[in-house]
């Protein structure tokens, strides 16, 4: 199940204070974190990602706003998810290319990623990757 594409819910906690939301590596989400960045101020019509990863697994979580993430398997299907509560995420696995866009203008989106920035595990060119998926 680890290399399914899917919604994720983490454990709210809370009183007349607020909400908590805690996620832990390896035991809300499949993978020990190694890297944490997010994105924030990216208009609505700006598209991010348009990339796949040879290694490297993801969550992401809209902590604020919202915004929406189109993944391809690069075999025809794709699906897309809308990040609009802070207390869920979405899992995706090595080699899905990501899309992520139509951010509102409060969006900050946290990204967990399993493996230290590597370029070179990045395919950037979407024909690119469709070959490599359907060898």
């Not at 390896?26 to 019509?45: A, H, L, N, T, V």
């Not at 979405?90 to 967990?112: A, G, T």
Request: negative net charge.
């Amino acid at each position: 199940m680890d290399d399914v594409v899917r919604m994720l819910e983490f454990p709210q906690k809370g009183d007349e204070r607020g909400h908590l939301v805690i996620v832990e590596g390896m035991k809300d989400i499949p993978f020990e974190i190694k890297r944490i960045f997010y994105i924030y101020g990216s208009d609505q019509e700006v598209v991010r990602g348009q990339h796949a990863n040879k290694e490297s697994k993801f969550v992401l979580i809209n902590v604020s706003g919202q915004s929406k993430v189109k993944v391809k398997d690069g075999k025809g299907n794709e699906a897309i998810f809308s990040l609009n509560r802070p207390h869920t995420g979405i899992y995706l696995p090595q080699m899905v290319w990501k899309d992520m866009y139509d951010f509102s203008e409060d969006s900050v989106l946290l990204c967990l990623a399993s493996e230290h920035y590597n370029a070179a595990e990045y395919i950037r060119d979407y024909n690119e990757f469709v070959k490599i998926v359907n060898q």
